[in-house]
Structure formats: structure tokens, C-alpha cells
């Protein structure tokens, strides 16, 4: 993105040079501006000439970074900013496509993460909550976590993803397991028990978009729970190439590509705080 604004404000300044040297201005390209500004030799001229190269030259810079950026994908690290605290549990999408690209595998809650790259949901209580991946989240550069190793860059953005080997997301501290045997906050700690058990609570996915659109996915094939006994996490488990689902799928998911992001809508009830 940063290269392309770049060959924009050069683009726009070889234009500039054209209509000064049109105009009769001899003054170096560095002070251009502030030269024909403060010039008094024939200066109604000149000071039309100003206005008129300063907004041809706004004009091109604009046109050249839309051209630029016509056939990108959108994002960059501009449009994202990791929210790091939570109020309440933190939900995380969990994914990696067919080439094990777009990975993101942690919540951006857990204090040791260094595979966290996702759009997560504070989850304070009963409600309708989204998760995501973007192409800004997934190529960012952390200044914590560095960038993903799990991308494949085009310029500043990630190359769309295809295929998908895990799909679930994760809600990190919920759950009291029985084999749980740590002492700390269980909504940072996944080894120490939660407050609640799974069939407790009344969890449903409700959509689930790539780049705004609807994945289709059968209701019934979905798994629920704590799949993985050794954490406190609540999962959806939409798909695993290690769980059940690898079995018999509830999403197409060879077919499943996108460029831009990954939504996940689901509703959760029987929160007690």
C-alpha cells in the first residue's frame, strides 16, 4: 500500500513539473510551490497557474492511487488495530486453509500468543456475536507477534485463501473440565477451570460469510462443546482435519475461497454474568 501511494506522489509530481514549465516557472521542483506562491512578476498569472497546477496535481495523485489500487484486495494495516483486553471471554475464530495459509490459531487474549491474528469478540454475556479473519489481521505486522508465518504475500496484502483443513471458533474460559488442574483467571489461563458446563449453555452458529457472502452449511453436522478436554474453551467446531467432522462435513470445504475475510456469527445463552 505504501509503495503504491508512492508511485501516486510521483506520478503527481512529474505533472506538476509539465504545468509549472508551461507556465514559464523556473523555480526547482523542491520549492515549486512556495516559489510561485511568493512570486510578484506578473502575479495574477502566476497565482492562477498555482491554483490550477495544485489541483491538477491533487487530481492526478488521487487518480494514480485509484488506479493503483483498482485490482487489490482490500486492507491493510491501516484499517486494523488488535484489541488485546477483554471485559469478558474471548472468542477467536480458529483457521487455516487448504495450503495451511491464514493461520490463526489463538486468541488475542491469551498473554503468551504469538498466533493470534483475528478479529475476536468480547463476550460479556447472552447475545449474537461475530468472529473474523481479514486480509489486514492475517498479513499484519505485530509489534508483539511479528508477521503471520502462515501467509502468502502479494505486495502488502495476503493471497486469497482456498480450501480449509480447521474451522471452529473458540471461546477461551468457559468451561470447568474435569482434568483441569490450573489456578490462575481461567479467561486467560486455558488450563484453569471455567465457571460453567457445556450443557449449561445453548450455543448456535448462525452464519458464516466469506467476503459477504453466505457459506452454505448443514446445521445438524455441527459439533458443540469442549471438544478438547485439556482446556477450558467452548468450541464450534465447523470443521477439523483431526475431529469428527473431517468424517462428515457440515461446509463444501474444498470449494471455499475468499480474499478479504472470514465471518463467523453465532448466539450464545445461559450466561450468568
Known sequence: ????????????????????ASC?????????????????????????????????????????????SAGSTKGSDSDYTPVKTFK??????????????WGNWEGQGEPEATKAFGVDADITGDGEYTVSITNASISYDDPDEGINPQIALDGDYAVGAQGCVVM????????????????????TDKETPGKYNADDLKVELKSIKADGQEVAFDKAKIKYGNIEDNNNCYRIEIYNDYGD?????????????????????FSIEGLSE
Open 1 to 20: 500500500m505504501k509503495a503504491k501511494k508512492i508511485l501516486a506522489a510521483v506520478t503527481a509530481l512529474s505533472l506538476t513539473t509539465v504545468v509549472f
Open 24 to 68: 514559464g516557472d523556473s523555480a526547482d521542483s523542491s520549492s515549486s510551490t512556495a516559489a510561485v506562491t511568493t512570486t510578484t512578476t506578473t502575479a495574477a498569472t502566476t497565482t492562477t497557474a498555482a491554483t490550477t497546477t495544485t489541483a491538477a496535481a491533487e487530481s492526478a495523485a488521487d487518480s494514480a492511487a485509484t488506479d493503483s
Open 88 to 101: 469478558g471471554y474471548d472468542a477467536f475464530l480458529m483457521f487455516g486453509d487448504g495450503e495451511w495459509l
Open 168 to 187: 471452529c471458533v473458540d471461546i477461551i474460559g468457559l468451561l470447568n473440565g474435569e482434568k483441569l488442574k490450573g489456578t490462575g483467571d481461567p479467561k
Open 245 to 265: 467432522t473431517a468424517k462428515d462435513s457440515p461446509i463444501d470445504k474444498d470449494n471455499l475461497a475468499f480474499e478479504d475475510s472470514l465471518e463467523i456469527t
